[in-house]
């Protein structure tokens, strides 16, 4: 069993920055591959970044490549998402998520994931 919970999240005018982190307990945590969802009123929960158990691969949703960075810190079972140059678009509650499978390499599937976290509100308003 593993159990997450996310924190960080709150309002940040446009082109502003946020850093999420995920910090995650049970056994074997550090051999899970970790992901990033958001989920906007109104629309479907939606992959934003994964990274594998090793920290050695690493995968965006197209919409965020090059402004969010998924990292983790296994000596503190922590897993980070941080958002650079962020809009309007990307207000939504993000969810971090553990993948079912051990020594994953980080799936954009959300069926990939079995554990969740209550999730963090991510405002981007002027």
């Known amino acids: 069993q593993v159990q997450v919970v996310e924190s960080g999240g709150g309002l940040v005018q446009p082109g502003g920055s946020l850093r999420l982190s995920c910090a995650a307990s049970?056994?074997?945590?550090?051999?899970?591959?970790m992901g990033w969802f958001r989920q906007a009123p109104g629309k479907e929960r939606e992959f934003v970044a994964a990274?594998?158990?090793?920290?050695?691969?690493?995968n965006y949703a197209p919409s965020v490549k090059g402004r969010f960075t998924i990292s983790r810190d296994n000596s503190k079972n922590t897993v980070y998402l941080r958002m650079n140059s962020l809009k309007p678009e990307d207000t939504a509650v993000y969810y971090c998520?553990?993948?079912?499978?051990?020594?994953?390499?980080?799936?954009?599937?959300?069926?990939?994931?079995?554990?969740w976290g209550q999730g963090t509100q991510v405002t981007v308003s002027s």
């Open positions: 049970g056994r074997t945590v550090n051999d899970y591959a």
């Open positions: 998520a553990a993948e079912s499978r051990l020594r994953g390499s980080g799936s954009a599937t959300r069926g990939m994931y079995k554990y």
């Open positions: 990274i594998s158990w090793s920290g050695s691969t690493t």
